[in-house]
């Protein structure tokens, strides 16, 4: 004849460690789905899909400019937090495409080939961005094709001073693989920025 008692308690201890499994369990989800070394804030884009990269004192002192490149070679320049223009009081009230022979802001660049792209060196002005008190040239920092200018610009100066390192950036410059790697070495990388503002 068969002994229930030991069926019900060997059910009993099943269903106890079975139930200490499922708690083991619920302790540990939180720690799975919520690492501990998350950062408070999700990186920006800008972080995720750009090196950032710093040209200080471009050309002239003070004149700061930041160079964000991605993974396909395209080079973003603006102007860092640190360029003198952000100095003035007022802000940055006006911006110019329109420099030398050229206006930059009316080129249309089409197709695979980038027709109608500028060509332009490190040293070519892109825009002149003015203050109330005095106005700057805004460099290329890099040599390579000119593909777009933030025309947006033209009409809403003030994102410079709101947003420069997202909507209030200058221009996208698409440099060939080996006039990036002669400039390279001449910038800063993103700490080594930040250690030489900090002085």
């Known amino acids: 004849m068969k002994d229930h008692s030991v069926d019900d308690t060997k059910n009993l201890e099943h269903e106890q460690e079975q139930e200490q499994q499922n708690q083991k369990e619920e302790e540990e989800l939180p720690r799975i789905l919520v690492p501990d070394d998350l950062p408070l804030t999700p990186p920006s884009a800008v972080q995720s899909n750009f090196v950032s990269y710093f ?65 332009l060196d490190s040293n070519s002005a892109l825009c002149k961005v003015g203050t109330n008190d005095a106005s700057y040239i805004v460099r290329c920092c890099v040599k390579g094709s000119l593909l777009e200018v933030n025309d947006r610009l033209i009409k809403q100066p003030g994102l410079l001073n709101s947003s420069a390192e997202r909507e209030g950036y200058i221009a996208i410059i698409m440099p060939r693989p080996a006039d990036w790697l002669k400039v390279k070495g001449s910038l800063l990388g993103l700490e080594e920025y930040k250690k030489l503002r900090e002085c």
Do not use: W
């Open 55 to 119: 040209a200080p004192d471009f050309m002239k002192e003070g004149h700061d400019h930041y160079i964000y490149r991605h993974a396909n070679g395209l080079c973003v320049i603006g102007l860092a937090s640190t360029h003198v223009a952000f100095k003035d009081k007022s802000g940055i009230t006006a911006v110019d495409f329109n420099v030398g022979k050229s206006d930059r802001s009316g080129i249309k660049v089409t197709g695979k080939r980038k027709k109608n792209a500028q060509h």
